[in-house]
């Protein structure tokens, strides 16, 4: 009750000093809200304000009921709480979900019938970021076009020195709602893997949220499970949650592969539980867009023909493998709200992202969820009777970078971008660059890209060869073209 009344306190100061935050536009990311905490960025005062935003888009979407939770960074139930208050006194029927995952607040939209959602987190972004994903219709959230009229809402707020006039509306309320035993059900219904299938699984939550649903997800599934990380933690004592970086995985290979255990496969999650990471039964780390051809396997089979959509960071062997099974492959710009919305207007069964978003619409919802994409790729193998590395090894393979990060300021990255694109096009030609995000060069022996992240101040760069020799060559074209920018560092993160 302490802390619901702190709540409501920061919501009457809102009130009060409403255009305290005037400055933040930087926190309005491509898709999300994302900020460093503090005054000068995410704090629950900002949140109340965009809050209120969010309930003028609400209002135009004519909808009713949202639902509200969030990750186990330190200050996100302050965060959430105020953010519910303010849609309470709204005049919305608030659901608050508590600590959850973005997947479980997306499967509560379905569950309550509420077509809004506000999930506080900052998803992988490093410890001391936070921010929030926010949608006002089932299976999707906002996109560009939306984060532009939400960006406009918060600036009119500012603009009208008013910001209480739509915290009071009459009708709103707010109820407390435990979402995950009817989403671990959901799953362990939907995901039918044969029985004594035997399947040893390591778990590795980075101390994030995601441990608090995997182990009894994967257990009830029949998994022998073991934890690693899986008590929230908002220290992040190890490290942070984030599949993309590979010595965060060095530990969870270090179990698969310990002698008293060895696992079939480890699996590791992001921070809100919407990114997986694998690694084989031989420690050795398996990017998504491999686990892609698996999962798109398994649905090729039961429909012939079907589209598959995965983001430009995917390595070549995935589009050649939808071929092969008799799908049709999609190529779409990077970010999970990108993603989604493809997913709905090509019809595609399938979608995914080289970082670890993959969504499923064949017998599911179409959202990004790691806990289901997992539970599906255990029921491939149990199928297949195969370990992981056979699996994979029927498929075509090349030399492939991790996500390399490189700092770039953020109101200089998109400039710098452009300016990339029309340097690889004057050197290469138009049909050897695809700008659809960034700049994906194809090379005779492999390609590279460069594009621009969407919430962190960095360019983000993946370097695939038939070989390391053709994988190098790639990447010091690429590393002499980015040295003429003084914008860009001259450190690479995660390059090994």
């Known amino acids: ?75 996100s139930f302050a965060l959430a709480n105020t953010a519910a208050n303010v849609l309470k006194e709204a005049g919305f029927k608030v659901w608050f979900l508590g600590l ?41 959230t906002l996109d560009a076009e939306d984060m532009v009229i939400l960006k406009k809402l918060y600036e009119n ?8 006039q739509p915290l009071i509306r009459p009708g709103g309320s707010r109820k407390d709602f435990d979402i995950r035993p009817h989403y671990i059900n959901t799953i362990i219904q939907k995901v039918k893997i044969p029985k004594n299938h035997g399947l040893k699984v390591v778990i590795d939550a980075g101390n994030g949220a995601a441990g608090l649903f995997a182990y009894q997800l994967f257990q009830a599934l029949g998994c022998l499970t073991f934890q690693l990380n899986c008590d929230p ?6 490290y942070f949650p984030n599949p993309s970086d590979l010595a965060s995985r060095e530990r969870l290979a270090a179990m698969v592969t310990h002698p008293y255990i060895k696992a079939d496969l480890g699996i590791s999650f992001d921070g809100d539980g919407d990114r997986l990471g694998v690694v084989d039964e031989n420690g050795k780390n398996v990017w998504s867009d491999r686990i892609l051809m698996i999962l798109a396997e398994q649905i090729l089979k039961e429909v ?35 993603i989604k919305k493809k997913l709905a207007q090509t019809g595609a069964l399938l979608a995914g992202e080289r970082s670890g978003h993959i969504f499923i619409k064949q017998g599911y919802y179409g959202y990004d969820d790691a806990l289901f994409a997992a539970a599906k790729l255990c029921l491939a193998l149990a199928k297949e009777q195969k370990p992981l590395s056979q699996v994979l090894a029927a498929y075509p393979s090349y030399v492939t970078s991790p996500e390399i990060n490189v700092y770039c300021p953020d109101g200089q990255k998109y400039q710098v971008v452009e300016s990339l694109q029309k340097e690889f096009i004057a050197a290469y030609g138009e049909n050897r660059v695809n700008t659809i995000n960034g700049a994906r060069v194809s090379y005779k022996r492999g390609w590279g890209l460069v594009r621009a992240s969407s919430n962190l101040p960095q360019l983000v760069m993946i370097f695939e060869g038939e070989n390391e020799a053709a994988q190098q060559e790639i990447k010091e074209d690429f590393a002499s073209r980015l040295k003429k920018y003084p914008q860009i560092s001259d450190e690479w993160e995660n390059n090994i």
């Open 100 to 140: 959850t995952l973005s997947p479980a607040a997306y499967f509560a939209q379905h569950w309550l019938k509420a077509r809004g959602v506000f999930m506080v987190t900052a998803s992988h972004n490093p410890n001391g970021w936070n921010g929030c994903k926010l949608g006002y219709d089932l299976s999707s």
């Open 304 to 338: 012939p023909g079907a589209k598959i959509v995965y983001d430009v960071k995917c390595t070549k062997a995935l589009e050649e493998t939808i071929i092969a099974k008799g799908g049709k492959p999609i190529m779409a710009k990077t970010g999970h709200s990108y």
């Open 157 to 164: 707020l500012t603009a009208s020195q008013k910001p209480d």
């Open 1 to 75: 009750m302490q802390k619901k009344d702190r709540g409501q306190k920061v919501t009457e100061n809102f009130k009060k000093e409403g255009a305290k935050c005037e400055n933040l536009n930087h926190i309005f990311r491509e898709y999300d809200i994302r900020g460093k905490v503090g005054p000068e960025g995410i704090n629950e005062v900002s949140i109340a304000k965009i809050a209120t935003a969010f309930a003028y888009l609400l209002r135009q979407k004519n909808v009713q009921e949202v639902v509200v939770g969030y990750d186990n960074r330190a200050e």
């Open 233 to 238: 933690d908002p220290a992040y004592p190890h």
